[in-house]
């Protein structure tokens, strides 16, 4: 990779449009992840209304008075989050961090298309996951190829309760931002991380037995957790944990490198 290359990578994740928007996107997540959290809390209670995932909760944002405006605002700051994200791949130079930095700008490029459907009526909801395992499960080594999912979201998860218990995450900011957010932080990455076990698991249960009504998104996970012994115990504090998530991106957006 030339150094020009670099440079101009480099000068476009310093644009002040492109930086100022990454930390709103960085607060977008943070108020998806509220709602989440609030949704999640309410299923455990036995009372609530949409999905406990990224879609449900622009879906919430759009019933509220303003919901257009700030659904194209949380579209905007996704997409130059992703943009942000996507100059990062020219500039680190270990291959481990570019393809986090590629990953991280296909989920935010995602949830900015995601947010824009929602925006202009033409999502279609949160999607059938166990259909889609379905059809990906007729193809030859599609049961191999659902495992290696759920196995990839089990290490995603794996690697986010490894994150928040050691507080690696403070390698992200660019300087301490207190003991609360610290706390609230390591609590939310935690949860987070256990919420993405238990769907990689469920991916997991769904190639090894070819059964795809068990793969399930987070919302499914979640709801899963209301039938097991203690698994109510164990949602309302995942709630909590997304809940303090949300807070901590709130921090992040304006602690973060960027």
């Known amino acids: 990779m030339t150094s020009s290359v670099k440079d101009s990578a480099a000068a476009a994740g310093d644009n002040p449009v492109v930086e100022n928007g990454a930390r709103l996107g960085f607060a977008a997540s943070g108020l998806l992840h509220l ?11 036995g009372d609530y209304s949409g999905s ?29 989050l992703a943009l942000w994200q996507f100059t990062e791949t020219f500039v680190v130079h270990e291959w481990f961090e570019r393809l ?17 459907t929602v925006v202009t009526g033409t999502s279609s909801g949160s999607g059938d ?25 089990v290490g995603v998860g794996g690697y ?7 507080r690696k995450f403070l390698e992200d900011l660019r300087e301490h931002p207190g003991q609360w957010v610290v706390h609230i932080g390591r609590f939310g990455y935690v949860a987070k991380g256990i919420a993405l076990v ?3 698991g469920l991916f997991v249960a769904a190639a ?26 164990l949602l309302v504090v995942i709630a909590v944990g997304l809940l303090a998530y949300g807070v901590y991106s709130f921090g992040r957006a304006k602690y973060a490198k960027v």
């Open 100 to 116: 986090k930095h590629v990953g991280k700008g296909l989920m935010y490029a995602f949830l900015a298309w995601t947010a824009m």
């Open 160 to 166: 986010h309760v490894y994150k928040g218990w050691v």
């Open 35 to 45: 709602i989440i959290g609030w949704i999640a809390l309410h299923m455990s209670w």
């Open 129 to 153: 996951t166990s259909s889609m395992t379905g059809t990906v499960m007729s193809y030859p080594y599609g049961r191999v190829a659902i495992a290696a999912v759920g196995l990839g979201i």
């Open 52 to 80: 406990a995932d990224q879609t449900g909760a622009l879906a919430q944002l759009a019933g509220t008075g303003a919901g257009s405006v700030l659904l194209w605002a949380v579209a905007a700051s996704f997409a130059l």
């Open 198 to 200: 238990i769907v990689g």
């Open 208 to 233: 090894a037995t070819a059964d795809p009504e068990k793969a399930e998104g987070l919302d499914g996970a979640l709801q899963s957790l209301t039938t097991v012994p203690y698994g109510k115990a």
